[in-house]
């Protein structure tokens, strides 16, 4: 039977080296979390939240899926994200996504991918709603500026939630923002999509 042994071994060499370096550092984690952020990310194993902002375990909830996807059907997501607002109170929600991501690629195929066509759905959806301008692109650029608009529409849907609109409407100080990340230099990219209030989001929409 294979029991990962060699995972569980690298698993006590780095807590014993954690505690070499500052020995309190357990101690702290095991109170109660209080981040001050909601990441909603990619699945993708080269996207780790806290390694990318440089934030401690216990700083950043993280929500992820395949191609960062925010939709009103998915209660995994939305009770990460009720969870998030109205038990930890935090401040902000970042969706964010990268750069030559596998679901936006799969979402431009032609061919069937099975169970999660119903996911890339969602997607294609973005695609469709910014045909002509993404038409003009080159394959390459295609991508990049799909991945990209994908932030920007679940952005939307971050905001369009019953969560965040009683978060604003009850007057809580609450912003959600939208950040593309580059695996070829590890640089993440604001997209200018902070919204902080229905009159934001309308303005977006407008």
């Excluded at 431009?108 to 759905?121: A, K, M, T």
């Excluded at 609109?165 to 640089?187: D, F, K, M, Q």
Aim: charged residues 25%.
């Amino acid at each position: 039977m294979n029991t990962l042994k060699h995972l569980l071994d690298k698993n006590l060499a780095w807590a014993e080296e954690i505690k070499d370096q500052d020995p309190d550092f357990f101690h702290r984690q095991a109170k109660l979390q209080a981040p001050e952020y909601l990441w909603i990310g990619c699945s993708d194993s080269r996207v780790h939240a806290n390694q990318i902002v440089n934030l401690d375990p216990g700083e950043i909830f993280v929500h992820r899926n395949i191609a960062n996807v925010v939709v009103h059907t998915d209660l995994n997501c939305l009770s990460v994200m009720e969870y998030a607002v109205d038990v930890l109170k935090v401040s902000h929600i970042i969706v964010c996504g990268h750069y030559g991501c596998g679901g936006v690629i799969a979402s431009l195929e032609e061919h069937d991918h099975d169970l999660i066509d119903h996911w890339l759905h969602h997607i294609r959806d973005v695609k469709r709603l910014h045909e002509d301008s993404l038409s003009s692109l080159s394959e390459r650029d295609q991508i990049d500026r799909l991945c990209e608009l994908n932030v920007i529409e679940q952005v939307k849907n971050v905001c369009k939630t019953n969560i965040v609109r009683n978060a604003w409407a009850s007057n809580r100080e609450l912003s959600v923002h939208g950040w593309i990340y580059s695996l070829e230099n590890g640089i993440l990219k604001d997209l200018n999509t902070s919204v902080s209030s229905i009159k934001d989001l309308n303005g977006m929409n407008s």
